[in-house]
């Protein structure tokens, strides 16, 4: 996402106000969730609020668009499975090619893969709920705890003069900064789940906004980490991001994604091999 979503439209520093921003925003969504979940304890979400407090049509229209964002996040996901395998094992999974589409070749196996995780936590979800949600839980810990080790390993050799540059495509900073404010919903969605769960609370229900804000701050600050750790270091041959982020079309491998690869040129193998984790357990708790 820093190297393909964030810094080539906004770069640095508008990426920074652009997700301070939108977590802003997110938090105030988010205390609204907090005050009915408080106001109406048992099993609610959008649609259970929505439904009492504007009645059933509102309700199916809310529903529908955190359906679409819901989806975005299961599909994006399964097909970034497959390009983290790319990123570490190459043409490992490439055979039976299909077809090529936005300058994407797609292949039977990598599909196959993809469907097959989903699959598999699907029926998770369905036969094993609770065993799945401490999966989750452990998944989150390991996504937090990577970002944390590679910005702290990484970050210290950024040069702090890039940070105050925007994007690649020449385009104003305002309209910069509200397209990526704009992926706010979808950047963060996640946090609404706990609205399902209310009934099932072992805690005070009053609890939820702190859990939420946490959320919400901590994801905020892995989108920054990992978007300044993606310019912290160039491959040779590169004199600024600019011209490595234009050029990640050319590229394949770790080269190609900027978080790896900073990873990478610091720690070597190891450094991939946790970028790796990191990744992937943000794909499969997504």
Known sequence: MPGTTFLPVAGPLGTLISLVISAVIMLVIGNNYSFLMNKRPGTGGVYSYTKEAFGRDHAFLCSWFLCLSYLTIVFLNATALFIVIRTMFGSLLQSGYCYSIAGNEIYLKEVAVSAVALALVGLLFIKAKAFLQRI??????????????????????????????????????????????????WAFVGFDVIAFETAHFNFPVKRSRGIIFLSIIIS???????????????????????????SLGNLSGVPSVPTFYAARSLLGTPGTIIMGVTALSAILSG
């Open 136 to 185: 989750h839980t452990i998944l989150s810990l390991i996504l937090l705890a990577g970002t944390i080790f590679i910005a702290f390993i990484c970050l210290p050799k950024l040069d702090l003069s890039k940070i105050t540059s925007f994007g690649t495509m020449q385009i104003s900073p305002f309209f910069a900064i509200f397209s990526i404010v704009l992926l706010a919903p």
């Open 220 to 246: 905020a600050a892995v989108y920054i980490a990992l978007a300044l750790v993606s310019i912290s270091v160039l491959p040779d041959g590169f004199s600024s991001w600019q011209e490595y982020f234009g």
